[in-house]
């Protein structure tokens, strides 16, 4: 029988929202797995488009990347693997503060599992993350990640000498528009942090949970503030609720504002010389890997190579 293709806009979703989130690109081994994978998935062989998809998600992403979950739990389906199906579509379920559950729910390649009552269990808490974003929190945490990471990602065009960017704007100007941006989101944090708490994958998904720990990230003039969120966001990592490499990131940010040396080596500056970043002093620089590992971080080796080709505009030859 045949079945219905894959649903490209929201598998682009899926993957461009990852690589925004972690600002990074994906290696070459990876895309010769996927492509290898998806050619395979089309002509219907899916126990061996299953061990593609595996192999690509262990060289970028450990299976944590929302369209690895998604093609995973599509092949079990096909293979009448239950189990591991409905495995991956929970973890997936986390990804779907802003898609349409309509995708999955008339996805014809888990038709093997509409008669398992995890389905409709599965479907059910799929739309009650949407009802969330009905309500407004997830919308408004995504209305503001739009306009905080519009004006970011401009600046680094601006740092990275794109004459586009130049020729239309100057970087005061840039700044000026980032430091009002982050005012006005800080009240809007405020609320939802005293409406929700931290905001975790079972109140916005993951996606929500993420962007908000974004705009946290940016209110360096709110000190207290990113301490209490910080606090709040500790409970829900120990409740497997939220990032822990996430939460990495925001306790060094908190360290590093506050005058103190950090435990992951996640906050970065450019050396004496400007030829390379480096992480501001860290407390335990000979664990730092081991720290990072614990969390879910790369080595501290590889971040600083992916800060020198993100912002090599800055890092001289």
Known sequence: MRRTKINFHFIIFLITRTCLLYCQNPPEKYLFHINKADSLFQQSYYNIAKVEYLRASSEWGNTGLPFHQYQLA?????LNNRDSAFMYLN????????SNPDTIQNDKHFINLYNDKRWIQFINKVKTIEQSEKSGVIKSINTMVQHDQFWRRLMVRHIN???????SITEPEIKR???????VNYFSLKKILKKVGFPGYSKVGMVGSQNFWILVQHQDKHINFQKKVLKKMKKEVKRNNASPNLYAYLYDRVMVNTGKKQMYGTQMRLNKDSTSYEPYPLKYPDK??????????PPIEEYIKQMNQIYYGKVKK
Do not use: P
Request: proline letters at 0%; one cysteine or more.
């Open 74 to 78: 599509r092949c079990y389906a096909e």
């Open 288 to 297: 730092v890997n081991e720290l990072r590992r614990e969390v879910g971080l």
């Open 177 to 183: 528009k980032i430091q009002q941006t982050d005012s």
């Open 161 to 167: 000498n794109d004459n586009n960017v130049k020729d």
């Open 91 to 98: 973890n997936l379920m986390r990804y779907l503060a802003f």
